[in-house]
C-alpha cells in the first residue's frame, strides 16, 4: 500500500505540515509505505485556460499528478481559508484535474486539518471533499482535525496530548485498512 501525502500549506512552521509528518508516521506504524511530499515541490500558476491552451499543464501540476499517479491512496493535511478550502489547494486540484480522469479519481484518501481556532479546520476539510469526491476520489468518511494547534505540538513535533494522539493512530490505520481492501477489490 503507497501513501502518498502532503499538507497543503506553504508556511515553514505550518501546523498541517507538523500534523501530516505524524500521519505518514502513523501510516508507516499500520504497513503501509508513505511518499511524504513538500507542496513547494508542486509550485505552479493561477490556472488560466489561455495559459493552457497555449502550453498545457503546468510542471508543477504535472509533478503533483504523478506523485497521485504513483500512490495507491493518499492523504492530506489542508488548513482552513475564510471558512474554506485554501486557495492553493484548489488551484492545484483545478490544474490536475484537467488531464482526465483525475489522478486521484478511484483512489482512496484521508483528510486531515489543523488550525489554531477553538472549532478547528474542519470546514476547509469540508469544503475540499467536494471537488476531490467530485472528481471521483474515494475518500474515507472519518476525518482529523486539530484545533488550537498553535498549543498541540511539542518541541519535537509530537503530539502533547496522548489521547489525541492515539486517536490520530486510529484514525490513520482505520484509513489504511479501508485503503488496502479498495485497492485489493481494483
Ligand atoms: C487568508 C486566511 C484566512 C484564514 N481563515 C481561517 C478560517 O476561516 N478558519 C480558521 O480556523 N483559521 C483561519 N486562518 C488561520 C489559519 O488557520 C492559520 O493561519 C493556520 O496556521 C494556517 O495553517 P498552517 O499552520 O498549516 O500554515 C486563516 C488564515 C489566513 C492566512
Known amino acids: 500500500m503507497r501513501v502518498f501525502a502532503f499538507a497543503a500549506a506553504l508556511r515553514r512552521d505550518s501546523f498541517n505540515r507538523k500534523l501530516i509528518r505524524l500521519a505518514a508516521q502513523a501510516a508507516e506504524r499500520a504497513g503501509a509505505s508513505v511518499d511524504h511530499a513538500d507542496f513547494h515541490e508542486f509550485d505552479m500558476p493561477l490556472y488560466d485556460g489561455d ?3 497555449a502550453s498545457g499543464i503546468p510542471a508543477g501540476a504535472q509533478k503533483l499528478r504523478e506523485r497521485f499517479l504513483g500512490a495507491d491512496a493518499f492523504m492530506i493535511s489542508t488548513p482552513e481559508y475564510n ?10 486540484i483545478d490544474w490536475v484535474s484537467r488531464a482526465t480522469p483525475a489522478a486521484w ?82
Open 105 to 186: 479519481r478511484g483512489k482512496p484518501g484521508l483528510l486531515l486539518s489543523a488550525s489554531p481556532s477553538l472549532v478547528g479546520a474542519n470546514r476547509g476539510a469540508w469544503a475540499t471533499r467536494v471537488p476531490l469526491e467530485g472528481t471521483g476520489a474515494m475518500l474515507y468518511p472519518d476525518m482529523f482535525a486539530v484545533a488550537t494547534a498553535h498549543d498541540a505540538f511539542d518541541q519535537t513535533g509530537a503530539l502533547k496530548d496522548a489521547k489525541m494522539a492515539a486517536r490520530l493512530d486510529k484514525v490513520v490505520a482505520g484509513f489504511v485498512t479501508f485503503a488496502s481492501a479498495l485497492v485489493k477489490r481494483a
Open 51 to 53: 495559459v493552457e491552451a
Open 83 to 92: 471558512y474554506s478550502i485554501p486557495g492553493v489547494l484548489k488551484n492545484a
